[in-house]
């Protein structure tokens, strides 16, 4: 089942262009918040795939803002005032070859597809975001974000996780989740979306448990397991998808098992998946 999405489906192909300098701090930034001091990322070296993140937040006028945080008009995502909150449920990237520190980068946007469906959880529209970056010295990275907007939050639901048995991993990492961790992440991606930082918002009117840890974080965590694990490897190609919120103070036990060409990844927390993903590597280095 389906519905009409209004004005909204006039955003199908739209295109942005913008483009970035892969300034060295930002990556240093992150490699801080992730408790890491192993590299200095200097001009030349290879930006971990997920990183480009940090290089092209958005630029929306503080009076464009809505009462989440988020803009209320991007150019590229659409506006549904009937359903007003706003999912990150995954991506799917390849990169041919890294990009690097100190090259200018060229992202190209587009919407590529709107799909509204009625669930359980009530209507939905499903927007599909693919970017396209190229930079001046061969990197390059091809990423599909898929993004869900959902209806109000419903006080009566159940909002309770199912328990999951917890699986057996090679590689494990645990991290505790605070709100200067969330809040760092949101001043190095320029998130303004208060379920990362406003207690009373998250749980109050968005009806989650406690502050929502960021979806992109979650998967810049499985990545950076993976690197831990195989420091001279390259991902090419990572593929993840969320399933369940992840909230402060619930620890995330970060997981991994290897597979013929990388890394089978997944996330645990309070008793449930909240994450999982697939990461291949460059062929040079499997």
């Known amino acids: 089942m389906s519905f009409d999405i209004g004005d909204a489906a006039s955003l199908q192909g739209r295109t942005e262009t913008r483009e970035a300098v892969l300034h060295p701090e930002p990556a240093q930034l992150l490699q801080a918040t992730l408790d ?60 041919e070859n890294p990009l690097r520190i100190g090259e200018r980068v060229t992202r190209r946007s587009t919407v590529t597809a709107l799909e509204p469906k009625i669930g359980k959880s009530g209507r939905l529209l499903f927007v599909t975001l693919r970017h396209e970056l190229g930079g001046s010295s061969g990197g390059s990275v091809a990423e599909e974000q898929f993004i869900v907007f959902r209806e109000p939050h419903d006080p009566t639901a159940d909002q309770r996780m199912p328990a999951s048995a917890p699986r057996a991993a090679e590689f494990e990492r645990t991290i505790v989740p605070t709100p200067p961790l969330l809040f760092r992440f949101s001043a190095l991606t320029f998130n303004g979306h208060r379920i990362h930082y406003d207690h009373p918002y998250a749980t109050q009117v968005e009806g989650y448990e406690g502050l929502v840890v960021h979806g992109p974080l979650i998967a810049v965590l499985m990545l950076d397991l993976a690197e831990r694990a195989r420091p001279d490897a390259r991902v090419a190609d990572f593929e993840f998808k969320a399933h369940r919120p992840a909230v402060v103070p619930h620890p995330l036990a970060v997981k991994a098992n290897t597979t013929l060409g990388g890394f089978d990844l997944w996330i645990e927390s309070a008793a449930a998946v909240i994450s999982t993903g697939t990461a291949t590597l460059a062929a040079d280095a499997r």
Request: aromatic fraction near 10%.
């Open 36 to 95: 890491r001091d192993d590299r200095a990322f200097t001009e030349g070296d290879p930006l971990p795939l997920l990183w480009h993140w940090l290089y092209f937040p958005p630029r929306s006028r503080q009076s464009r803002l809505g009462e989440d945080g988020h803009t209320r008009d991007s150019g590229l995502l659409p506006v549904v005032p009937a359903l007003p909150r706003r999912m990150w449920a995954g991506s799917r990237l390849h990169s």
